[in-house]
């Protein structure tokens, strides 16, 4: 990684690797270990407790989907390139960081928060070989195995290698569906499109669900006999019932501390990204937070067309839901125990279409936190060595900060992401 | 007979139903005496195939890549699903799409999707060895694991990886050099795609595939110990000639059948017989039907039951006007709370859409579709009902209309408690025992 401005990684692995040997009891908080399928194979790591008396950590990631236009986020605009590069779309005002970079200029609080010290910028941030397939790309970044996507995704193996089938509650997608991201080979992610928690989404003439689900729930059984299939699933409603209820308490108890009220709506729908961020403030903040929580749909970052009109309302959008977020937090004095990342599959072409950008390569991203060490890291964005298709080259692979994360998370980042991926200290 | 005795014979022909076709159909469940004659009614092939609805070929690649299209070959598909009468067609065309898992994400192209499902259905009760050959050309496929720009110069090993992994021989019963022989013997084909540059010059029909032999690897390779100058057919060849092949694939139907995988000596035995028989897909499924872990008692509701599976069940059931799809693809499932949902988003939701196989190892199965997810979201399929559906009055009545002749008495005493029969409907398709097949 020479030229690269990362620290030598000085985080002892000890830290994290301590954890690992604190097995849990088998029982915890009532769930055993296989009522959802088999128990955690053998060579699976036991699950890891966090130290007595404290919270988890929360790791949430901010999935903007499409591929976000790096040259629009972190914007080198002292780059005599820049404005040869993006003469229609070039921003006149960016919000500087350093006299080189500035962030757009819809993204006022983000800024704010990195004079504050507690966002790194990660810039050049990508993996070789990018075909510049939204599938393909968006694939690699959900399994964290590039050109060979396997069928679990990166936080699903941290969930099979911590809580198992045991807390369908530890992981959480704020988004229409289930992230490829959190599908583990033996464990459960939950996942939420709005405020309601764990709800269906039942047809107007069948008339209240509430009352529905409740009758539901009385399939359940915990002490069913799990020889047969149908005993399996009675235990899996009588789990998922008991989320369903933990879940509601958390979404829907005290206004946040912020005095901000939830967002009731679907975001999913006609909703925004600060409704989702409005959620994932409430989870974060909650007396047992999840370990995880996953933000996807929160608008359409492939901008080919519409450029101008479409990136500061995203960006806006973003800001103020990062905002609420970070806010929440704050007040509720866990900045410490919460880390937010940035994903997306890839940059864009540093050469505008008139209207818009195409598909590029590597892209700045975002780590942000109590436990950050704000400032810029990675290759400087440069518009001097684009590569052969007139885009950005990347110079830290994507699974550096999935492993400085897992690392963080307290996890061995090896077992999920493979070898040669060191966690780097700017998160401690 | 009793009444039990009875109920267990109802419930084991309504098990063959549901293994050896999409769902059961209610009448036809009441109408059949045994499980062996239901399972002869399951593979009787005699009704004439139906007529798929054609497709316009789009006149160029901007056209062709509209999402909704789709919509409509669903429908029509999902209707094959709840009443075709060549039951053992369905399931197999099923079993062959997520087999050949192809995903629409990727193809982003209708047209071409639909010809590999009509390639399928045509295929789907005969010959695997066809199928194979076919499916390895066809267009759709070819763009999905990157066919179309696997060159003698280029190679792209995708297909050639995953034709070993996932489509005949197995993990383990291959080398890297494999992959790479396999891939040099798959180059030099590619699709006519009106409009685009690349397609110049090519004389194929639009949207056909062809081979161009300046693309091809034309030097000998070494594959699985064989050594020529393969080509597509013939690298298949040298595949389908394994053990591992006919194994592995009766191993699949079998597990697909039954529920549960077969005993290794079993695998081997059905699997050498495939091979042997010249990979005829029709003797396979007469002997797993045949084996008696089929008709086992604890086969019965040992699979877990799909969300496209409980979507045909329900509408055998209680059949709707009509199946509209609406919106598919993967930015749809954005219905807002207050707008009323498409079953095209209730599947999204379920991650369970036809042409939209999540990753190439095809839909998910077995306890992944028992996370709180899947469990809330099954009462989204009541969508397919706009309005409150005509429903029996009576649980019993219920139960039956589903082919459930063995309920629980938890079950039963849960549904029985709710006196609106249109919600019962929703307590039915939330069941424990519909969870299962």
Known sequence: MSGIRFAEPDVSRRRFLAGVGTVASAVVAGYTLDVWGRPLAAGAAAPVASPKGTRHRTLVIVELAGGNDTLDTVIP????????????????????????????????????????????????????????????????????????????????????ATVGYEDPLAGVVVGPRPSPALVGARSFATSISDAGGLAPRVPAWLGNSHDLLDAWAHFGDRQADRRALTGRVRQAVALTDDARVKLGRALGGPAPADGAALGAAAYGGGGTAEQAFAVAARLVTAARPPRLVYLTNLGDYDTHQGHAQRRPALLGDLD?????????????????????????????????????????????HFVIGGRVHGGRYGPPTSLANLDARGNLPFGVDFRTLYATALAWLDADPEAIVGKGFAPQPFVT | MTRSATARQRAAVAHVFRRLSMGPQPDLVLAT?????????????????????????????????????????????IGQMRTSPRLIEERLI????????????????????????????????????????????????????????????????????????????????????????????????????????????????????????????????????A?????????LDVLLAQDATGIRIATKLYTELVGTPPPDKTARRLGRGFRDGGYEIMPLVAAITAEPAFLAADAIGAKVRSPVEKLVGLTQAIPPASVAVGKVGPRAGSG?????????????????????????????KGTALLGPHQFVHAFDLLAVYPSAPAVPATVDGLFTRFALHE????????????????????????????AVT
């Open chain 1, 320 to 364: 103020a839901g990062l905002d609420r977020l970070l806010s929440a937090v704050d007040t509720a004095g866990v900045a410490d125990r919460v880390l937010v990342m940035t994903a997306s599959e890839f940059g864009r072409r540093a050469q505008e279409n008139g209207s818009g950008t195409d598909h590029g390569n590597a892209a700045a």
């Open chain 2, 94 to 225: 099923w079993f062959w799409h997520d087999h050949f898992a192809t995903g629409l994400q990727k193809v982003q192209i209708p047209y071409l999707m639909w010809q590999q499902h009509l390639l399928i259905r045509q295929h789907a009760t005969g010959n695997f060895a066809t199928l194979l050959k076919a499916i390895s050309r066809d267009p759709a496929m070819l763009v999905y694991l990157d066919g179309v720009t696997n060159t003698a110069r280029e190679r792209n090993e995708n297909f050639g990886r995953e034709a070993m992994e996932l489509f005949t021989l197995g993990r383990g019963n291959y080398t890297e050099q494999d992959v790479v022989a396999a891939a040099r013997s798959f180059t030099g084909w590619v699709v006519n795609v009106p409009g685009r540059p690349a397609s110049r010059g090519l004389t194929n029909a639009p949207w056909t595939s062809t081979f161009v032999p300046a693309r091809f690897d034309a030097a000998p390779k070494t594959l699985l110990g």
């Open chain 2, 336 to 364: 807002s709370a207050a707008g009323r949902l498409g079953l095209g988003d209730v599947l999204r939701t379920l991650d369970y859409v036809p042409f939209f196989a999540p990753n190439v190892a095809g839909f998910p």
């Open chain 2, 227 to 235: 050594t020529a100058n393969l080509d597509l057919d013939g690298a």
């Open chain 2, 33 to 77: 005496a045994d499980p062996h004659a239901a399972i002869a009614r399951a593979l009787d092939l005699g009704a004439p195939a139906a007529v798929p609805p054609p497709m316009t070929a789009p006149p160029n690649y901007d056209s062709a890549r509209v999402v909704s299209a789709i919509a409509e070959p669903i429908a029509w598909w």
């Open chain 2, 407 to 434: 309920v629980g008495d938890r079950t039963r005493a849960v549904v029985k408690r709710e006196p609106d029969p249109t919600r019962r409907l929703a307590l039915v398709v939330s069941a424990p025992e519909y």
């Open chain 1, 77 to 160: 605009y002292a780059d005599p390139a820049y404005h040869r590069l993006r003469p229609t779309l070039g921003v006149e005002a960016p919000i500087d960081l350093d006299g080189s970079v500035g962030l757009h200029p819809s993204l006022v609080k983000l800024g704010e928060r990195y004079r504050a010290g507690t966002v790194a910028v990660v810039e050049g941030v990508g993996y070789p070989d990018n075909d510049l397939s939204h599938f393909a790309s968006l694939a690699n970044w959900w399994t964290a195995q590039p050109g060979a996507p396997g069928t679990t995704g990166w936080l699903g193996r941290y969930l099979d």
